[in-house]
Structure formats: structure tokens, C-alpha cells
């Protein structure tokens, strides 16, 4: 026969509190085609000034990123292995940690208006890199943005909470 879609197909993001992993909003729309970005304006007014946001980097967008260092919502990301930057300031360098003040993008048309911070830490022989709008490392010390960041990966285990709240637990 015909195979039918489950009536909750459609794509839904999460706004989640790091240290509870409890969903602060949820939301859903039934199209399951459409981008994480068509939430984009949601998560914005939901969101306070000195926010701290920590997501994976499938949100790569220059023009997001512009629009949470303007109203003054700090972030902690991972750019991907082919972004281009350019190094404005080196903030510290050594054996194991680099800390940088960058120029986000390749062109003036295809960059970021505000600066970024990469922070590159080297970990079991692998350079993993961290990017913040959070310029002062006196404000977000490099090991802090690590830390941050590795908690993200706790936002799988909140998922799955989630899932289980709205009776979505076999949900892929």
C-alpha cells in the first residue's frame, strides 16, 4: 500500500537552559523541509540581553551573528574546517592555545560587520576551534569557552527529554 507520514512530521528547534537541559520555548512547523533558519526570529524574541548562547555549528551565518552581537546576546560555536577569517589580533599564543581576534568571512560582501574571537585549543593531539562575539577574554576566559562548549553536548540528552515530554520518544 501507500505509505503515509505520521501526523507529527515537521521540524522543530528548542531553546534550552544549559545547566537545567529543561526547553525554555519549543517550536514546531509543519514543513519538515524548511530551514533551522525560519527560526531564527523566534529564538531572537525570545532571548534577553546578556544571554549566553551555545549551539553547534550548523547555525553558521554571519548575518545571525551580527544580529546577536547588536543586541547584545553573547554566543559560543564551532566555525567549520573551511571558514575564512582573517587574524586582526593575537590576544595570547602558546603550545597549546591560541586566542584570536578575527575578521569572519572572505570578502566585504561575505563577512561578519562586528569582530569574532577563535579561540583554537589543542586536545589529545587534535586543534579543536571555538568561535564567540565575546571579544574580552578577562569577561570569557579561552578555558571557559571550552567548557561552555563541551556542555552543548549534554543538549542531546535534553532532546531526548524533550521528546519524552511531548510523547515523541520514538521520534528520530
Known sequence: ??????????????????????????????????????????????????????FDRGLLDFEFFDRLTEQLIAFITRPHRNTAFQVEQVLHCSSTVHDQIIRLGSSPRSSCVHLMRLVAVLHQGCWYQYLTNVLDPALLPADMVVALYRRRWRIEEAFSVVKQLLGLAYLW
Open 1 to 54: 500500500g501507500n505509505f503515509h507520514w505520521p501526523p507529527w512530521r515537521g521540524r522543530m528547534a528548542v531553546l534550552l537552559d544549559l545547566g537545567s537541559r529543561l526547553p525554555l520555548q519549543i517550536w514546531y512547523d509543519p514543513d519538515p523541509h524548511i530551514s533551522s533558519y525560519r527560526f531564527v526570529d523566534r529564538l531572537l524574541n525570545s532571548l534577553r540581553t546578556h544571554d549566553l548562547l551555545v
